[in-house]
């Protein structure tokens, strides 16, 4: 398969999933349904909600310059908020596209050499999953006789038990075969592997390392706090408890990731979260909608702007290298 053809998949996949997921969830749930929700919601917690994704992207972008520090490199901070939102932006078109992006704004604006910026962005990323697998894990931890009364009721006990054990076991099995294995396949996992773990201990040899992990903690605690303040714009989700938040912002995270910006995918995920806690399916769908297209119309008009204006803001430094080079 040549590169054309994965790249076309890499895009259509998304895409069609999101197709297939927008008509399953109304044709369970019309648009009838929840328009009502739409003009009953109180949009003061969405703004607020908003403010606090905001305030996660700038932090963002503050963030990366620790990481190009210890490089020699010294990154404006209006050059940084740019490529960040360009980098949302363009992952709406073509998932994980915003991160080449990213790098070349650096490359062209900062005179960073492009491995190099993409090295930081591959280390952020895995910055951000380790926090995302501590959210988890607290979830896991708050909500755990929850989670396994769930289990139980749709698996026996005794087949949870041994199904613990085969996924050890599995585990296990694939770890030996990594670690001994001289195929292609161990190697690229042995090397992934090792990559996230350089990533990760990298950031303990950060001059500013505290002040990195603040930022990356404050990004995603505002990224929850989001979520959770929007529930307060519909009504019906009043009381809602804080597992279902936690479970559905974890379930929401992953569907931004995997497709273009979570379309259609993000509020059916918010939909099957809620729904383990009963609640109704159409004000959660309704959330669902609101807090994505609110996100994304931030996204959309400040990475829209952002592409207009970063060559402006650089364009003195542009005319300076042009009249060096005459």
Same mark, same amino acid.
């Given at each position: ?13 998304? $895409?069609?999933?999101? %197709? ?6 109304? !044709?369970?749930? =019309?648009?009838?349904? #929840? *328009?009502?929700? @739409? ?102 931890? $708050?909500?755990?006789? %929850? ?6 009721? !749709?698996?026996? =006990?005794?087949?949870? #038990? *041994?199904?613990? @054990? ?161």
């Amino acid at each position: 398969m040549n590169k054309t053809a994965k790249k076309t998949i890499k895009i259509l996949i998304p $895409l069609l999933l999101a %197709f297939f997921f927008g008509w399953y969830t109304f !044709s369970r749930i =019309p648009v009838s349904d #929840i *328009i009502p929700y @739409f003009e009953s919601a109180n949009y003061s917690w969405i703004i607020l909600g908003v403010f606090c994704g905001l305030l996660s992207h700038l932090s963002r972008a503050y963030r990366w310059k620790y990481m190009l520090e210890p490089m020699g490199y010294s990154l404006r901070f209006p050059n940084s908020i740019m490529a960040v939102f360009i980098t949302y932006l363009a992952n709406y078109g073509i998932p994980r596209s915003g991160e080449v992006l990213r790098a070349a704004v650096l490359t062209n604006y900062e005179d960073v050499p492009f491995e190099k910026g993409f090295g930081t962005i591959i280390a952020e990323r895995v910055a951000d999953f380790v926090v995302l697998l501590g959210i988890i894990a607290i979830t896991l931890f $708050l909500q755990f006789d %929850f989670i396994y009364n769930i289990l139980a009721a !749709s698996f026996q =006990p005794i087949k949870l #038990i *041994i199904g613990g @054990f085969v996924a050890l076991g599995a585990f296990a099995i694939l770890f030996i075969y990594i670690t001994k294995s001289k195929s292609k396949i161990a190697l690229k996992i042995k090397q992934f592997i090792k990559g996230l773990v350089e990533g990760v201990l990298s950031i303990f040899k950060m001059k500013h390392k505290w002040a990195f992990i603040f930022h990356t903690l404050f990004i995603w605690g505002m990224y929850l706090l989001m979520f959770y303040i929007s529930t307060f714009a519909i009504v019906e989700l009043d009381n809602i408890p804080v597992g279902a938040v936690l479970i559905a912002f974890i379930a929401a995270s992953f569907t931004i990731a995997a497709t273009n910006g979570g379309i259609v995918v993000y509020p059916l995920a918010v939909v099957a979260a809620f729904s383990i806690f009963n609640i109704p399916e159409a004000p959660s769908l309704a959330f669902g909608w609101i807090i994505w297209s609110a996100q994304t119309f931030l996204i959309i008009i400040l990475g829209s702007l952002s592409f207009i204006f970063l060559p402006v803001y650089n364009r003195k430094k542009t005319t300076i290298k042009i009249n060096k080079t005459n």
